[in-house]
T-cell receptor
Framework: EPEVTQTPSHQVTQMGQEVILRCVPI?????FYWYRQILGQKVEFLVS????????KSEIFDDQFSVERPDGSNFTLKIRSTKLEDSAMYFC?????????????FGEGSRLTVL | QKEVEQNSGPLSVPEGAIASLNCTYS??????FFWYRQYSGKSPELIMF????GDKEDGRFTAQLNKASQYVSLLIRDSQPSDSATYLC?????????????FGTGTLLAVQP
């Protein structure tokens, strides 16, 4: 069964460092998302990406964040200068079409720990 | 601000009982509704979705939707200890290129053997 894959599963970094989280969405999916979940809190929308551009971003997704799809398969989330409060689980998700039931398929997540 | 509200729980039920999980949402434009299960430290896993008023059954799970009341629920029959997890309600607005899901905080279900 096709799945969304994410790497790394866990990354520990120092405050102020740049991190890149990688995702490989399901191959025939067209819409891509990043969500995050701070420990004990809800799953929060960060950004959606379609047709090689951001279609929507949340208030959380400030100038420190960026996304790109460099090679038609990987979908990356970059945090330029990490802060302690960026510590969270980051989930990549994808969906096939816009006009379907809207089911998102989630990857297993990348846990980011900022020290 | 579009909100999805859930009781955080924990909801404790004995094994074999029916667990009832509830969710309300604020945006009347919401078109489809999802229940995800999330085990601790894991990613959300889709249980079922519903977009028409009424009931939808899938095995031991039944989703119920009442758009007039902006209410969606999930019933789990014959609850098992393996059902112990956090259940996330999510809603989706159709239209545009985003179609993002908005999640509630989740309800922690504990099924007691």
């Amino acid at each position: 069964e096709p799945e969304v894959t994410q790497t790394p599963s866990h990354q520990v970094t120092q405050m102020g460092q740049e991190v890149i989280l990688r995702c490989v969405p399901i191959s025939n999916h067209l819409y891509f998302y990043w969500y995050r979940q701070i420990l004990g809190q809800k799953v929060e929308f960060l950004v959606s990406f379609y047709n090689n551009e951001i279609s929507e971003k949340s208030e959380i997704f400030d100038d420190q964040f960026s996304v790109e799809r460099p090679d038609g398969s990987n979908f990356t989330l970059k945090i330029r200068s990490t802060k302690l409060e960026d510590s969270a689980m980051y989930f990549c998700a994808s969906r096939r079409l816009a006009a379907d039931t809207g089911e998102l398929f989630f990857g297993e997540g990348s846990r980011l720990t900022v020290l | 601000q579009k909100e999805v509200e859930q009781n955080s729980g924990p909801l404790s039920v004995p094994e074999g009982a029916i667990a009832s999980l509830n969710c309300t949402y604020s945006d009347r434009g919401s078109q489809s509704f999802f229940w995800y299960r999330q085990y601790s430290g894991k990613s959300p896993e889709l249980i079922m979705f519903i977009y028409s008023n009424g009931d939808k059954e899938d095995g031991r799970f039944t989703a119920q939707l009442n758009k007039a009341s902006q209410y969606v629920s999930l019933l789990i029959r014959d609850s098992q200890p393996s059902d112990s997890a956090t259940y996330l309600c999510a809603v989706n607005l159709w239209g545009g290129a985003t179609n993002k899901l908005i999640f509630g905080t989740g309800t922690l279900l504990a099924v007691q053997p």
